[in-house]
Nanobody
């Protein structure tokens, strides 16, 4: 079973930075896509960013260059560097993996438990 565990969430003031991590137990297949999603209370899930095994990245428009997704294959770890955080970034952030899709509006098969990010004004 593929397991993902997020960490790095916390509370910061507007304009601050956080770096989220997601440790993956294993990749089921050599070709994969990993992504970060988020959900704020009362709002829909939003795809934030994705990266595939080739290192190709995709970002949601609302990120506007503030976030960077990366991975360290030697550590089986996915990262999301978040800079210039805004109150509207407040949400539960989840990492996910799939082997068929890499679209941020796609259906990913494996999910972590989430880590809370709270940005105060």
């Amino acid at each position: 079973q593929v397991q993902l565990v997020e960490s790095g969430g916390g509370s910061v003031q507007s304009g601050g930075s956080l770096k989220l991590s997601c440790v993956v137990s294993r990749h089921k297949y050599s070709e994969y896509c990993m992504a970060w999603f988020r959900q704020a209370p009362g709002k829909e899930y939003e795809g934030v960013a994705s990266i595939n095994n080739y290192g190709k990245t995709t970002y949601a428009d609302f990120v506007k260059g503030r976030f960077t997704i990366s991975q360290d294959n030697s550590k089986n770890t996915l990262y999301l560097q978040m800079n210039n955080l805004k109150p509207e970034d407040t949400a539960m952030y989840y990492c996910a993996e799939d082997y068929l899709v890499c679209e941020l509006d796609g259906i990913f098969g494996y999910w972590g438990q989430g880590t809370q990010v709270t940005v105060s004004s």
